[in-house]
Nanobody, 121 residues
Framework: QVQLVESGGGLVQAGGSLRLSCAAS????????VGWYRQAPGQQRELVAAINSFGRINYADSVKARFTISRDNAKNTVYLQMNSLKPEDTAVYYCNADLIVSIDDKSMNYWGQGTQVTVSS
């Protein structure tokens, strides 16, 4: 079964940068809308950034001008470049995507397993 796989998390000092990647575990036909979410301990999961098939992008106010979401359609991969990281960005980051596995399939929604981002002060 196809899975979404995130990578790129880790420990970084405040002001540093990380780049997260989200890709399907096997070759698929298309990734449609993708969202990056995060969940800090004791907090609700929140949308950080999203990009649709046409490249339309939305950001949470808390990350505007610091985070950049992008996609490589040839690689069916979506990235989240995170700059000027703050301790309050510490969370598990999840990728959520609508995938079309093969050309005859309908779009289905998938979640990744999450990747930990820790920003030290």
């Amino acid at each position: 079964q196809v899975q979404l796989v995130e990578s790129g998390g880790g420990l970084v000092q405040a002001g540093g940068s990380l780049r997260l990647s989200c890709a399907a575990s096997e070759r698929i036909f298309r990734i449609k809308t993708v969202g990056w979410y995060r969940q800090a301990p004791g907090q609700q999961r929140e949308l950080v950034a999203a990009i649709n098939s046409f490249g339309r992008i939305n950001y949470a106010d808390s990350v505007k001008a610091r985070f950049t979401i992008s996609r490589d359609n040839a690689k069916n991969t979506v990235y989240l470049q995170m700059n000027s990281l703050k301790p309050e960005d510490t969370a598990v980051y999840y990728c959520n995507a609508d995938l079309i596995v093969s050309i005859d399939d309908k779009s289905m929604n998938y979640w990744g397993q999450g990747t930990q981002v820790t920003v030290s002060s």
